[in-house]
């Protein structure tokens, strides 16, 4: 039986598609890979990666994980496979990134036959940058590939969307997602032991292996809970006329310590980024909220043109932030 992409979990049709494209030599250079956090968006970008130079291509299996390109590859090993990301504190890709793509892919790669830009998340890059990108994707060496990975490709230039086909990476069932945790992190097989608890794992998981890990990690499982708690009342509160009592106790529900602000405003921005989507259409895919009848309650009650206005405003207070702006004074105005 044939075998391709056994690191992705469900997703057959997908994975079936990849599997004739690498067959046929009919990649695209460039794909878009839409899904939600935690739905194995980056995984699959690499094992891709890894299925194009696998030193044991056959027609009934790729990748094969074992051999030195599929290690150096999944492991982050080469610097044939380049992660673009935001810089430290900033929550957008900027121009300067594309035109280090533009420069870095003019040279042929270094261990393996192809070099893999992965741009992540990739519905952050500034018009300017996607702009930029762009005269890279209309002319591309034959060794480039480019993932960009994102949440909605309906946020990205049209453009860029022209260059590079959407692929869409679904949640698993439940059954899918219980099997493959299991089998990866002892943690989970000790937390089925409690039938409660793993259920709310696996309901707050919804489908996404990334998410359900995550969950499982209880160090990074507290803050980002906080984040989220944080980011939710936050954007309740200030969906109706709030009194100046209710904005100073939003205000004191931020951390003390700018480190931590940060993120807390990344959390905010990516609530807001699901209501402004949900105004376009309810059935858009949200990476903030988990219950979509409660997402589009709250996205009634602001207006688009407010929803914009306080996700600039979030934006802008990161920014602030990020140039060592007082701390009070951000989030005072941030709130006004
Ligand atoms: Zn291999």
Redesign the pocket.
């Known amino acids: 039986m044939a075998e391709y992409f056994t690191n992705i979990v469900g997703n057959e049709a997908l994975r079936a598609r990849l599997a004739h494209d690498v067959l046929s030599s009919s990649l695209s250079h460039a794909y878009i890979i839409e899904g939600r956090e935690g739905s194995g968006r980056r995984t699959l970008a690499l094992n891709i990666a890894?299925a194009l130079s696998?030193?044991?291509?056959s027609a009934d299996k790729?990748?094969?994980?074992?051999?030195d390109?599929?290690r150096k590859i999944l492991d982050g090993k080469t610097p044939d496979v380049m992660h673009i990301v935001p810089e430290r504190d900033r929550v957008s890709i900027g121009v300067d990134a594309s035109r280090f793509i533009r420069s870095d892919a003019m040279v042929v790669p270094n261990d393996f036959e192809y070099k893999v830009y992965i741009i992540d998340p990739a519905d952050t890059m500034t018009e300017q940058a996607q702009n930029a990108l762009l005269l890279t994707l209309e002319e591309p060496h034959s060794y480039a590939v480019f993932f960009l990975i994102c949440t909605s490709a309906a946020s990205m230039l049209e453009t860029v969307r022209s260059r590079a086909p959407v692929i869409r990476t679904e949640p698993v069932t439940d059954e899918l997602l219980s099997e493959y945790i299991r089998a990866h992190d002892s943690r989970a097989v000790s937390l089925a032991a409690s039938s409660e608890q793993y259920a709310a794992l696996l309901r707050d998981a919804d489908g996404c292996i990334g998410k359900a890990l995550a969950l499982l990690d209880p160090k990074r499982q507290k803050p980002s809970e906080e984040r989220h708690a944080l980011a939710e009342k936050f954007v309740k509160t200030l969906a109706r006329p709030a009194s100046e009592q209710a904005r100073l106790e939003l205000i004191a529900n931020f951390s003390t310590k700018r480190d931590e602000v940060i993120p807390e405003l990344i959390a905010i921005s990516t609530a807001l980024r699901d209501l402004i989507l949900l105004k376009k259409t309810e059935s858009a895919p949200l990476c903030f909220y988990t219950d979509r009848e409660d997402a589009i309650d709250i996205s009634y009650r602001f207006t688009t043109s407010a929803l914009f206005a306080l996700y600039n405003k979030v934006s802008d207070a990161i920014d602030a932030l990020s140039r060592n702006a007082n701390l009070r004074l951000t989030l005072t105005a941030l709130t006004a």
């Open positions: 890894a696998c030193q044991n291509r790729f990748p094969c994980l074992e051999c390109a599929c």
